[in-house]
């Protein structure tokens, strides 16, 4: 390719104040009380209600939206936090649409589902404005000590649940502040107004949960001190690693992990902190990408392309993901795979892909070739589990850790949940039902 | 298109539906805005005796009972008949029929129970020029109090006595309204039919309470504090009405008395149910004052063209055409067996008929298939009971299936014999004949 002519152009404060604050308010603002009543109204109250059924959790969608419906919104939040105690957030998150949404019987009959999670939203929003009387309280002290091992999403239902039953917690997390992609992966649109470490103050609230922050395992603590001193471990460790993109390693801070730069938006005073080139390419199909993707569109940048190596229906971002990416501005590129960054003057230029192809069931290269022009590549093609800092030998499966349905692993004293447990879908509220179980897991064992 | 006028007891309209006496018709303007709307008559709002009006309240007349979606389903209201001057109305009325005089215009009277308050105020009606009168027998709240309204309308003996003295004392037709709130309607139906009225009109509204305010711990709506009952009235009273309706339509002193329907209709379905059961003219006021006068168009349009589709071409042609499905328990043919079906293909799995039979009825449908959700009517369990079928939220998703002659009930082991057999000679009637 000819490389651009123009100057490498990565920068911040692209945008004026107003236009940052309005691209970067709530994605989704919550119902008013009348939608949410006339949306709640529409729920049909299905036996054996199949939303619940799709919902990691369980929460029993029905009467928490019936409790909506006859204006008992400490109830509708009772139903969704004793099952969700990350249920604020979930309905944020949660790709409602594969999950909840998709099974409502409404569905089948006019194709529009109530919209649960905004009703979730509606309900946990009411109730963290005006909590009043503490809605769980804790069992007599069982004299159990149990670590809890990372404080995301897993981690944190984990510990509440471990604290309901009378257990003694300590949390560790080597970040300074608490919540794991709750706090440092996801999208600033989808979680407006501090909204992550709010929750955590009250899952905090319920007492008998000891914080250590900035407590690194395999470097400031290590776990077979924390099984030997403790009467369970639980491993909530996500997700460190970070796929590359298997070319030469970049030199330019430019090109970096998609992860890196979202988090740094999450942590950033204000988005007009935040660098990001006039034109972005992301490469990746998942939500990273699209929340990558995005997020670099409303910083300012002016084109933006994500780059898939397969089809739409093959990537891991939902339909409705991949909608709100391009209502956004950014472009989707598929059947492509990237062959070599370019450079000049050791800055960014570009990206070379190669056109991929099926051959029978089997992804293939073609010969033929394109170049993208970018002054900022974000990969985010999918993260990696690290178990060097485990320091002893758990077994893994897929490089993650092995366990049972109820989360103990190959260790007798040793659970896991979360991204980095193998076998899930790496979603917020399947890590919080994994910790709720290996919870009530844990517990049976300790009383055993 | 089908011809929707109607002469009902002589009063000739363009078509069935007249607004009821209630707010709607107060005045002049009103109705005369009711009329360019297209209502086919009005019964003009009650009319007191001469003298100072009666007040109404001066905080909440009404209060409505929602469904889901907001839609009002239930109405009540306090307030009482015109609370304008006699001689007011009967200007208005002059005016309005001498520039509308295809439409009908009935007048309702409540005026103490004395022969000389009538006497005294129908002269003054006829001479309007408007084309009959309606007796407010009715009114449940208030003018009760009074010994008017409903009051009257609870002793059979004084709308007899009263339906004759108008009778004696005007040559318009004379409609008495009734009350529900009363055990056996069909007694002041013969006691109006006894003295000489022309036709009947009902219902009037139901003593109702519309709820408590659970801050204040007072009853709803109040005023400033204290409430009283109130009439109520909307889509949540019509299977009361359409009872009454009939009762009265298939009691045989009363058989063939002129009927003016009312209660809850707000479409031309529940106007030609009325109209099925004996109704001549429909009456409506909580319709048009949920949703404007603009309905009676609505209302026309589906009459018509279901009249056109069914080959009927006269209101009178259907007038009563159901009455005769209407009978006692103790007819009911108790050979007839049904069988609910579920469409699988409408189905949308929500799971409630299975619950709800499970739980209330007879544990006829089940949940699943293969170990698939699914749900599929029990014939073995089925009582034919219609449960599922009225709690069903998609519209011909479960329908009621007769079993055939020689076919057998699954039941019960029996085979069905298509011979009529009812109560009356049950084996298990003690009293059977």
Redesign the interface.
Known sequence: MSLPSTPSDVAAGRLSQAEYARNFADAHPPLTAVQALLEAERCYYCFDAPCTTACPTGIDIPTFIARIAQGNLRGAARTILEENVLGGMCARVCPTEVLCEQACVRCTQEDKPVEIGLLQRHATDAYFAQPGAPLFSRAAASGKRVAVVGAGPAGLACAHRLAMLGHAVTLFDDKPKLGGLNEYGLATYKTVDGFAQKEIRWLLSIGGIELRPKHSLGRDVFLDALARDHDAVFLGLGLAGVNTLGMAEPVDAAARAAVDFIAELRQAASPAEVAVGRRVVVIGGGMTAVDAAVQSRLLGAEDVTMVYRRGPEAMSASDYEQQWAQTNGVRIKHWAAPQQLLLADGRVRGVRFTRTALQGDRLVQTEDRFDIEADMVLSAIGQVFEAQPLGLSLELKGGRIATDAQGRTSHPKIWAGGDCRAGGRDLTVEAVQHGKVAAIAIDHQLRA | MADLSTTFVGIKSPNPFWLASAPPTDKEYNVRRAFEAGWGGVVWKTLGEEGPPIVNVNGPRYESLLS???RVIGFNNIELITDRPLQTNLQEIRRVKRDFPERALVVSLMVPCEEGAWKAILPMVEDTGCDGVELNFGCPHGMSERGMGSAVGQVPEYIEMVTRWCKQYTGLPVIVKLTPNITDIRQPARAAHAGGADAVSLINTINSVMGVNLQSMRMSPNVGGMGSHGGYCGPAVKPIALNMVAEIARDPPTAGLPISGIGGITTWRDAAEFIALGSGTVQVCTAAMVYGFKIVQDLCDGLSNFMDEQGYRSVQQMVGLAVPSITNWNQLNLNHIEKAVIDQDLC?????C??VCEDTSHQAIS?TKNGK?HFAVLDEECVGCNLCVSIC??PGCISMKALQPGEVDKRTGLTVSGDYANWTTHPNNPARA
Do not use: E, F, K
Request: charged share 30%; glycine share 8%.
């Open positions: 889901d979606q907001r949308i799995q929500c799971g409630r299975h619950v949940a959700r939220p998609v």
